[in-house]
């Protein structure tokens, strides 16, 4: 028995449909999977150029760092050779300061941010920190980007002038009190410092 052509007409109807509704799928997959590649090699190229604007910012640091460890090695490596056993009990609760050098610029106060080379050494003469590398200097510390000095280290600055030389000695609750940090500092710890001060921020 024929199938009325009411019928027929309705069935390529929905062939029609169905082959566009599968048409229609494939080509959402084909956009979607072009717009992921287009996604993909976007974020490549964020992620490439935020590497090489982090490279570009390290050597701009490494060669700032490096003019600055040419300008003032000269001066603070005469200081190198400073660490020497102490007595640990004639440092006793307040931080005692003496200028090794007084210098002509910006005062430093309890606001200041500045720029500095140092060396810390414990009560055996150990450095346990400088600036030293070998014959140069690393990057000076920042007080603007560094994190937290110790107290001691704060209230010892007071009061220098950039260019000055000044050695610190600090009493335990002033440094890393009854924690201490690491082998180098045992709890309950006074250190010593000589700091120079290069710039203010």
């Known amino acids: ?48 150029q935020a590497a090489a604007d982090y490279q570009k910012q390290i050597d701009d640091q490494q060669k700032a760092a490096a003019g600055l460890s040419d300008k003032y090695y000269p001066e603070f490596s005469q200081y190198k050779d400073s660490p020497a056993a102490f007595d640990a009990s004639t440092i006793k609760s307040d931080v005692i300061k003496t200028d090794l050098k007084v210098g002509d610029g910006a005062t430093i106060d309890g606001k200041t941010n500045y720029q500095a080379y140092y060396i810390g050494w414990n009560p055996k003469g150990k450095s346990f920190d400088s600036s030293f590398d070998g014959t140069k200097l690393k990057a000076p510390i920042d007080t603007s980007t560094a994190g937290g000095l110790i107290v001691g280290w704060e209230q010892g600055v007071v009061g220098m002038k950039v260019g000055g030389v000044r050695e610190i000695s600090i009493p335990p609750e002033l440094a890393y009190g009854e924690k201490g940090s690491g082998d180098d500092i045992p709890p309950n710890t006074p250190l010593k410092f000589i700091i120079m001060i290069i710039a203010t921020k």
């Open 1 to 48: 028995m024929a199938t009325p052509k009411g019928q027929r007409i309705g069935i390529w109807v929905i062939a029609i449909v169905m082959m566009i509704g599968t048409i229609g799928s494939f080509a959402v997959m084909i956009l979607a999977n072009d717009n992921t590649k287009i996604d993909q090699a976007a974020l490549k190229k964020q992620q490439e």
